[in-house]
Structures are given as structure tokens and as C-alpha cells.
């Protein structure tokens, strides 16, 4: 069983390393290697030579990953290729591990489920596990940035499932992140309210600039919202595509149809069959990015 050595290091962020970032080392080297690793390190999550093993079985089996500041990556994979151990590797939630993994050291975790304390306010929420006694007007801030801050004081069982889940991002941006991770935020979202917050997250994303790396089934979400698509088969990243079209993107247009039958091949899905039984999907735009 690896040994994991925790140690924050200093990098130079961005391509002119005009500022100073910071990391957490996760890894199964010394401490001195770690310490060097990481200062080498100008990712948002640096992850190489990644091990995670269960009964013996190698769910994620030398796995590298690199995450750039400001990027928003998308992985798919079919139902247990590992996605979600590998986010929880990330957010230092799951440390049985054998290889390196450098990870910005403001990194947030937005689970699928909301996990909400419903005997506790939303504010209070908001702000649970941050350090200290931060206060209520913390909380306020995040929440009006999901467009919920008039559910300030409300109960958290009094919630939709839609008020959960951006209460839930409100509660991952209070903590400032350079690194967010989404493990299916919208899977229990009806199509409506998933639209609705597929376009929240976007518009988080540009107004933050932090990088994203999001976990989803569906190929369109991560080909309206993604920099990057990356397909994880078989403990490793099997495949990746930048996404290269302009924003706001169109479903309805042939090169974002193109890639998205692309990834389903990928995937294993008859893209033939698939497209013979679905009916056209209405149009939709994602944000666009500001310059």
C-alpha cells in the first residue's frame, strides 16, 4: 500500500508565470521527489503513473491526466471505468493510492447528490466545513451568484432538486476554488432544469476562470460545455478531442454533431441505431466566453 506524502509547493500559473499557485502533493514518491515534481508542475491537477486498486482489481491502472488553469474538461466513460474514484482521488477524498497526483490547493467537490443537512439552513450550507466562523454574508455572495439568495434563510428540505444541486456549487464556490470538480451535478435533474443548469455552470465557469473538470454520461453536455473531452476506458484515458468550435455553441450544427457521434462510437454506441430512434432535440446555445 502506497504511502502518501502531502506537502504544498509553489508553481508559476499560466503561461507567463506572472502569478504564484499552489498545490497539494498526493504521491508515492519521497517527499524530496514529490517537492520536486510539483515544482515543475503548471496544471491545474497533474496526475501521473496514477494506481487505485480494489480486492486486487485495478479500477484506474496507470493513468496520466493534465488539467490547465482556467480549462474546462469533460471525461465520459461508460459506468465503472473509474471516473468517479478518480475525481474523489482528486479532491483527497480517496488517498489509497500508488503514483503522483498535484492538484491546485484551492480545489472544490461538487457531489451528484447534494448531500444538504436538512435540519440546517441554506446559508449554513453554504458554509459548512469552511474553517473558522465565516460569516453569513459569505454565504449570500455564493448564493447570488447561483441565482439563489432569496432561499437564504429558507430550510434545505424545503428545496427542489434544482435549489439543492446550485445551492450545492454555491457551497464549492464560497470556498474560492482554482479547481472544480463536478462528478455528474446534473444527473438527477429533469431535461428542463439540466439545461438550465448546464448554462449556470457555464456562465460560472467564465465569470471565475477557475478550470472545471466535470464527470458526465451525456456526450452533448460535454460537448456544449467543454474545452477538452476526455473518453477514460479501462483504468486509463483512452481517448481525448479538443473541442474547436465557437461559443455559443449549437447542437444543431454539423461539426458539433459530427464530434458528439464521434465520442459515441468511442463510447460503443451505434450512432446508426441511436439516431433512428431519437427525435431532433430543440436548439440550444451554450454561454459564450468572454475574450
Not at 11 to 18: E, F, R, Y
Not at 52 to 79: K, M, N, Q, T, Y
Not at 244 to 255: H, N, Q, S
Request: charged share 25%; glycine share 8%; proline share 5%.
Amino acid at each position: 500500500m502506497a504511502t502518501d506524502i502531502h506537502r504544498p509547493v509553489s508553481t508559476q500559473a499560466g503561461p507567463a508565470g506572472a502569478q504564484n499557485a499552489h498545490a497539494d502533493v498526493v504521491t508515492a514518491c519521497s517527499g524530496a521527489q514529490a517537492a520536486s515534481a510539483g515544482a515543475r508542475v503548471v496544471h491545474a491537477a497533474h496526475v501521473e503513473g496514477l494506481t487505485r486498486s480494489f480486492d486486487g482489481r485495478a479500477v484506474i491502472d496507470d493513468l496520466r491526466l493534465d488539467v490547465r488553469p482556467g480549462e474546462f474538461v469533460a471525461l465520459l466513460g461508460r459506468s465503472g471505468c473509474g471516473k468517479s474514484t478518480l475525481l474523489r482521488i482528486l479532491a483527497g477524498l480517496d488517498r489509497d493510492i500508488e503514483g503522483t497526483v498535484l492538484v491546485a490547493r484551492r480545489t472544490a467537490f461538487a457531489f451528484q447528490a447534494p448531500r444538504l443537512m436538512p435540519w440546517r439552513r441554506v446559508w449554513r450550507n453554504v458554509l459548512l466545513g469552511l474553517p473558522g466562523k465565516p460569516e453569513r454574508a459569505r454565504a449570500k455572495q455564493a448564493l447570488t451568484e447561483v441565482g439563489l439568495d432569496h432561499r437564504l434563510g429558507a430550510w434545505s428540505k424545503t428545496l427542489s432538486g434544482g435549489e439543492a444541486q446550485r445551492v450545492t456549487l454555491a457551497r464549492a464556490l464560497v470556498r474560492e476554488p482554482d479547481l472544480l470538480l463536478l462528478d455528474e451535478p446534473f444527473g438527477a435533474l429533469d431535461s428542463l432544469t439540466r439545461i438550465k443548469a448546464q448554462r449556470l455552470v457555464g456562465e460560472l465557469w467564465q465569470r471565475r476562470g477557475c478550470a472545471v473538470l466535470l464527470v458526465t454520461h451525456e456526450v452533448e453536455e460535454a460537448v456544449l460545455l467543454a474545452d477538452r473531452v476526455l473518453v477514460m476506458d479501462q483504468g486509463v484515458i483512452a481517448y481525448e478531442t479538443e473541442v474547436d468550435l465557437d461559443r455559443p455553441r449549437d447542437i444543431a450544427d454539423p461539426r458539433f454533431a459530427e464530434l458528439r457521434g464521434h465520442l459515441l462510437e468511442r463510447l460503443g454506441v451505434d450512432t446508426a441505431a441511436e439516431a433512428a430512434r431519437t427525435p431532433p432535440a430543440p436548439r440550444e446555445r451554450s454561454p459564450s466566453r468572454r475574450p
